[in-house]
């Protein structure tokens, strides 16, 4: 691997590259991985797998019925790349690529909050 390893713009506002650099081929930064449709906005509920977590992201879903909103929350497996450091409690911003495994179809651009 080169000592230096050039970092993709990604052009996505609000999302700094990170400052480690990986030979994940998986990485959205130093990789092949490219990043296309949703970005979401999360906080990470679990970090144990390696290379990957589980982001709760809370959303707002407008009930015709009662004229009015109701929270709701979906978990999504995302991938993490080497390059990025998270840990439970973490704000992160995820970004759907194409299917890496049976349930994992986004991975984590970068974090927000600590």
């Given at each position: 691997?080169?000592?230096?390893?050039?970092?993709?713009?990604?052009?996505?506002?609000?999302?700094?590259?990170p400052?480690?650099?990986?030979?994940?081929?998986?990485?959205?930064?130093?990789?092949?991985?490219?990043v296309?449709?949703?970005?979401?906005?999360?906080?990470?509920?679990?970090?144990?797998?390696?290379?990957?977590?589980?982001?709760?992201?809370?959303?707002?879903?407008?009930?015709?019925?009662?004229?009015?909103?109701?929270?709701?929350?979906?978990?999504?497996?995302?991938?993490?790349?080497?390059?990025?450091?998270?840990?439970?409690?973490?704000?992160?911003?995820?970004?759907?690529?194409?299917?890496?495994?049976?349930?994992?179809?986004?991975?984590?651009?970068?974090?927000?909050?600590?």
């Open positions: 691997m080169p000592k230096f390893k050039q970092v993709k713009n990604l052009k996505i506002p609000g999302v700094e590259p400052e480690k650099v990986c030979s994940d081929p998986n990485c959205p930064w130093h990789g092949t991985l490219r296309r449709g949703v970005l979401l906005e999360g906080v990470v509920a679990k970090a144990r797998a390696r290379r990957m977590v589980v982001v709760q992201h809370v959303y707002l879903y407008y009930d015709k019925k009662y004229n009015r909103y109701e929270r709701r929350s979906k978990k999504i497996h995302a991938h993490l790349p080497d390059c990025i450091s998270v840990k439970e409690g973490d704000v992160v911003v995820i970004g759907e690529t194409m299917p890496i495994s049976k349930t994992v179809k986004f991975t984590v651009l970068g974090v927000k909050r600590r």
